[in-house]
Antibody
Framework: EVQLVESGGGLVQVGGSLRLSCAVS????????MNWVRQAPGKGLEWVSN????????YYADSVKGRFTISRDSAKNSLYLQMNSLRDEDTAVYYC??????????WGQGTLVTVSS | QSALTQPRSVSGSPGQSVTISCAGT?????????VSWYQQHPGKAPKLMIY???KRPSGVPDRFSGSKSGNTASLTISGLQAEDEADYYC??????????FGGGTKLAVL
């Protein structure tokens, strides 16, 4: 069974940093491209970042470029999102999701990030 | 990229059919056959219902179908059931390992 379990969310001040983690199981992590997708409270879904199966390259939405860094650790079957210079508008549930041949298929349960001034 | 355009809400009675549209551009929906649809119940993670425009994952009822014409994709739900009431999002691959989502459509089963 495919499982993606996010952690690391919480309350952080504007300008602060947070690192999200996603532990995956049930599939060969090393062969899949992975993404982060977020959803602001009461709003729609927004693609945030992608990392290839071999960790390169990484792509980012314009809204987070230069502030967020995606990475992965194949030995730990884990995906990460380092978020710096956080803004109010980064408040959202962050989902770890798998890319299956250019379609996003499996989603984690999400982790809530709240940025407060 | 700009979000794909979906109607904010649609509704139907049990047993009826509804169609949700998803308008994009020739850089996303029109350029790739990698359109997917997700169902999201309140407080839950999205669930994949359609991928590659019209394919259904295992376990998704055949009441759900997808199609695409030009820059617009559509999701049709036939034989509406109470449990279909949810938010629905379309998504398209947009090139260079990026994706774009629609704004979401709230489906009410009356």
């Amino acid at each position: 069974e495919v499982q993606l379990v996010e952690s690391g969310g919480g309350l952080v001040q504007v300008g602060g940093s947070l690192r999200l983690s996603c532990a995956v199981s049930g599939f060969n992590f090393n062969t899949y491209s992975m993404n982060w997708v977020r959803q602001a409270p009461g709003k729609g879904l927004e693609w945030v970042s992608n990392i290839g199966s071999d960790s390169r390259p990484a792509y980012y939405a314009d809204s987070v470029k230069g502030r967020f860094t995606i990475s992965r650790d194949s030995a730990k079957n884990s995906l990460y999102l380092q978020m710096n210079s956080l803004r109010d508008e980064d408040t959202a549930v962050y989902y770890c999701v798998r890319d299956y041949q250019f379609n996003i298929d499996y989603w984690g349960q999400g982790t809530l990030v709240t940025v407060s001034s | 990229q700009s979000a794909l355009t979906q109607p904010r809400s649609v509704s139907g009675s049990p047993g009826q059919s509804v169609t949700i549209s998803c308008a994009g551009t020739n850089s996303d929906v029109g350029a790739y056959n990698f359109v997917s649809w997700y169902q999201q119940h309140p407080g839950k993670a999205p669930k994949l219902m359609i991928y590659d425009v019209s394919k259904r994952p295992s376990g998704v009822p055949d009441r759900f179908s997808g199609s695409k014409s030009g820059n617009t994709a559509s999701l049709t739900i036939s034989g509406l059931q109470a449990e279909d009431e949810a938010d629905y999002y379309c998504c398209s691959y947009a090139g260079s390992a990026s994706w774009v989502f629609g704004g979401g459509t709230k489906l009410a089963v009356l």
